[in-house]
């Protein structure tokens, strides 16, 4: 027993019913949000420091035996997430500090972004299949609030596309899970494996890996499945933008991962193989997307798809190396997707427009900003010193053991059409002579900047000292490997 | 009984994709609300429905039908009524913004450049 596990849940949770007592006041709320996602921190990197020590914690809600009750799960690649979780919410609520109107901070912003973060750390922590389904809704319900909230027109008309397809999604997954309980009987991951590791993988259980495939994917932009995020993405404001392409996508990708490392990893040449491919061409979409537009939002937002799709290559290369590199790429990914988010946000906020083609020069009267988004564009790409290179090097070098040579190889090629798409803004946009017709906004551009210095350091230094996080990684990619330790730190007999 | 009940929830979802697919926004709300009582249907029919007492304790019965899909059901009717309500008074919000409930002029501009 370990009541350690569920404080991360627990905290933005009673900090999100505090803060609706406190609706009208605009200070006690940035207060209590600002204090209650610094303890998120301060607990998760205690809980990751305790499965480091003393191996996968569980906690058994209610004394319930395990796969009666419902039951939370910390390993590492869990408690990784959700410490990456509470540093993208600390650094998205001090951004949304200094842009979020008084229109939009008056009705409830803050007390949905904290149930955002006890959905999202919900679904990481969760060992129960149904239990998952119910913290994705806790954290879809926020999205969708916090989407529209403010009800500009496009922000009405995206989030109608984005709830439809998110219902839809849900429908499927309470069917699988349907199909999953009728086959198997029982709803807990750790007896869902152990049941299907003694059947073996039948074809019906194929077929619910598929349609677990379907479900998961819709969540988290994978080809053919992401038509619905380039409009659902732009839609809402800066913060927000960076909370949803830092977690919300990512969570499809954990649940994609959990599900095909410990569900259903006996029928390998066909699922995993059909994952492969399918991640290529997220890629290769990915990638297009990114080149396309000159609107630098839809260059961002692309870019969740293309990481997504070399992500969940890692998966289904299912090698030592890769699964470790899909780990170290999926914490990359996380900062640097939110701190590209805050750039461009605050590219937008000074020059008006979010077209490539309208403003150019603004390295002179702004040069932090400027090196910064240099910085993270060469990151986001995986040039060596920085955070994104170990975790591509080693998703290539499994991809390549485990004999997927084309989809490596178009791992590495991706990498060049990114660094194209992301150059492409700091070019256009920061080169140059300034426009005589744009105009800067004067605005206090520090405070904005502030939250991604945060985030921006924390990357170089998860590039340079990969050896000190090496440890964490290699425990986490061990338990993806090795079913039974997780059965077994669950189920003790 | 199950194989009724599979046909049942199979028209279910037909129509509710059907709806889904159309153009007014008021029929795509009626075909998610199909769509989730289709799910429910498949959550009991996929729970077995074997005969057996209700699962309450002071019936002593012999057998009882399985007390779990229920409570599952029971989850996800309140998540889909919470989620529906949303989406209507959403659709309703939309409608007094735009003017329309048709899903063709929804599209918004999207100049590719």
């Given at each position: 027993m370990n009541n350690l596990i569920i404080l991360p849940l627990v905290i933005p949770l009673l900090a999100g019913i505090i803060l609706i007592f406190f609706h009208k006041k605009i200070k006690a709320q940035k207060i209590i949000s600002f204090i209650a996602s610094v303890l998120f921190i301060i607990i998760a990197s205690a809980v990751v420091q305790n499965v480091h020590l003393n191996g996968i914690q569980t906690l058994e809600i209610g004394s319930w035996r395990a796969p009666y009750g419902i039951i939370f799960v910390a390993d590492m690649y869990s408690s990784l997430l959700v410490l990456t979780t509470s540093i993208i919410g600390l650094t998205s609520l001090l951004f949304a500090f200094s842009t979020t109107t008084a229109k939009r901070g008056n009705f409830y912003f803050y007390p949905s972004i904290q149930f955002l973060l006890a959905g999202v750390t919900g679904a990481f922590l969760t060992g129960d299949i149904f239990n998952l389904f119910v913290f994705f809704e806790v954290m879809l319900m926020s999205s969708y609030v916090l989407i529209v909230l403010g009800s500009e027109k496009a922000q009405l008309r995206e989030s109608i596309k984005y709830i439809l397809v998110n219902i839809i999604s849900s429908a499927l997954f309470v069917i699988t899970v349907a199909y999953l309980y009728a086959v198997t009987g029982t709803l807990n991951m750790a007896d869902l494996s152990e049941k299907i590791a003694a059947t073996g993988q039948t074809g019906l259980l194929t077929v619910i890996a598929i349609l677990f495939l379907i479900v998961f994917g819709l969540k988290g932009a994978i080809f053919p499945l992401f038509f619905w995020l380039p409009g659902s993405y732009e839609a809402p404001p800066a913060a927000i933008k960076a909370l949803f392409g830092a977690l919300l996508t990512k969570v499809g990708v954990y649940s994609i991962t959990r599900v095909y490392t410990l569900l259903f990893y006996h029928d390998t040449g066909f699922t995993h193989e059909i994952l492969a491919w399918l991640s290529a061409l997220t890629i290769i979409f990915g990638a297009i997307g990114a080149i396309a537009y000159s609107n630098i939002t839809k260059i961002i937002i692309y870019n969740i798809i293309t990481a997504v799709g070399v992500i969940l290559f890692g998966v289904a290369a299912f090698t030592e190396a890769s699964v470790e590199g899909s780990i170290y790429y999926l914490i990359h990914d996380m900062i640097i997707k939110a701190a590209l988010f805050f750039l461009v946000g605050t590219v937008i906020a000074i020059t008006g427009t979010s077209h490539l083609r309208k403003f150019s020069g603004l390295i002179k009267p702004y040069p932090l900003l400027g090196w910064l988004f240099f910085v993270a564009a060469i990151s986001l790409a995986g040039i060596p010193p920085l955070s994104g290179f170990i975790g591509k090097l080693k998703i290539v070098q499994g991809g390549f053991e485990a004999g997927q040579f084309t989809i490596a190889v178009i791992v590495l090629l991706s990498s060049l059409l990114v660094l194209y798409s992301v150059m492409k803004i700091f070019i256009n946009g920061f080169w140059g002579e300034q426009r005589k017709e744009q105009e800067l906004r004067k605005i206090p551009i520090n405070r904005l900047l502030f939250p991604t210095v945060i985030l921006i350091v924390l990357s170089i230094v998860y590039g340079l000292g990969v050896e000190s996080i090496s440890p964490y990684v290699s425990q986490a990619a061990e338990g993806l490997l090795n079913p039974s330790i997780y059965i077994e730190a669950v189920l003790k007999e | 009984m199950e194989v009724l009940m599979s046909i049942l929830v199979g028209i279910l979802f037909m129509a509710a994709v059907y709806l889904m697919l159309s153009r007014s926004l008021l029929r795509i709300i009626l075909g998610t609300g199909l769509l989730s009582h289709g799910a429910h249907l498949l959550i009991l029919t996929m729970g077995g429905l074997k005969?057996?007492?209700?699962?309450?304790?002071?019936?002593?019965?012999?057998f009882y039908t399985d007390p779990l899909p229920q409570a599952l059901i029971l989850t996800a009717i309140v998540i889909s009524f919470g989620v529906t309500s949303f989406f209507l008074v959403l659709a309703y919000r939309a409608y007094q913004e735009l003017r329309t409930d048709d899903m063709d002029q929804l599209r918004g501009k999207d100049h590719y450049e």
């Open positions: - | 005969t057996g007492a209700a699962p309450l304790l002071g019936e002593h019965a012999k």
